[in-house]
């Protein structure tokens, strides 16, 4: 009903992330067939369930002109395996609810342009000073469009880095990394220290060895890291040794748990990849 609503005026159509089963796959896959969209976009996690589905019945949808994939890191794996269902290439984005599209990669498919044409991004630290390209900060961003209801540096609750090298491709736009989760999200350690592990990169030495992942620090401090493995060779101990790396970031003052799964929970329909339910102050 909704997409029938949202099809004119819109030109989209959608799958209700927080609600998926094989039924509104079925569907989804069915319209998609019929609109043939040239941009299929999506939260990773969602990507993914929707591939898994794909593969599961024999099934294929139009290749669209590009996939685009976010609120989750896109691993490499996880990358190759969506262009090889979908037939097209899969680009990485990052945007925020308020914002809208923020930042997109180019065919380059290595970080993301800022659309600084439309928004402006600053990474600062803790007291609002610019940090330095390279170094992770807090993600600031300014809408230059919205006259109803400006945003000017609007803390979007997310980390970043900025790169101070200009893209191959020739574009002018500037770069930055991937963003890194929430600072709300952060994990810290019972003395209340912050700690600056990479969680979105935890992986990275060994992308093929991880499908999915989800790091989550329980009220007790106690850290849960799920993991949905990979086809990789070796790829337990990859994840054994990326999960020990990790304990040792916590100086081993609290207890880092592996769970192997076969899927991860969803929140109001993103795939949380950090979650932390240690009480704030
Ligand atoms: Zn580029």
Redesign the pocket.
């Known amino acids: 009903m909704k997409n029938a609503l949202s099809w004119w005026p819109t030109l989209q159509f959608h799958l209700d992330a927080a609600r998926i089963t094989d039924e509104s796959m079925t569907r989804f896959r069915r319209e998609m067939t019929r609109i043939r969209p040239r941009l299929f976009e999506g939260y990773a996690g969602t990507l993914v369930e929707f591939a898994d589905f794909l593969e599961r019945r024999g099934l294929r949808v139009p290749e669209p002109a590009a996939v685009a994939s976010t609120a989750a890191p896109l691993t490499a794996p996880v990358r190759t395996r969506l262009e090889a269902v979908f037939g097209t290439p899969v680009y990485d984005e990052y945007r925020a609810s308020e914002f809208g599209w923020i930042t997109g990669?180019?065919?380059?498919q290595d970080?993301l342009?800022v659309f600084s044409d439309v928004h402006r991004v600053e990474v600062v630290d803790g007291e609002g000073f610019p940090a330095a390209p390279g170094e992770l900060g807090d993600l600031v961003v300014t809408d230059l469009r919205n006259g109803v209801y400006p945003l000017i540096r609007y803390r979007t609750g997310d980390r970043g880095i900025l790169r101070a090298e200009p893209?191959?491709?020739?574009?002018s736009?500037p770069?930055m990394e991937q963003p890194q989760g929430r600072t709300n999200d952060l994990l810290h350690l019972p003395d209340g220290t912050a700690l600056a592990h990479h969680i979105s990169v935890m992986f990275s030495d060994h992308p093929e060895s991880v499908r999915l992942f989800q790091v989550h620090q329980h009220e007790d401090y106690s850290i849960t890291v799920r993991v949905v493995e990979g086809e990789g060779l070796d790829a337990r101990a990859h994840i054994e040794s990326a999960v020990g790396e990790l304990r040792e970031r916590t100086r081993n003052e609290v207890p880092v748990r592996l769970d192997l799964v076969d899927s991860l929970p969803y929140t109001g329909g993103k795939t949380k990849y950090i979650i932390s339910d240690v009480p704030r102050s």
């Open positions: 990669e180019c065919a380059q970080g342009h893209c191959p491709c020739g574009r736009l770069m």
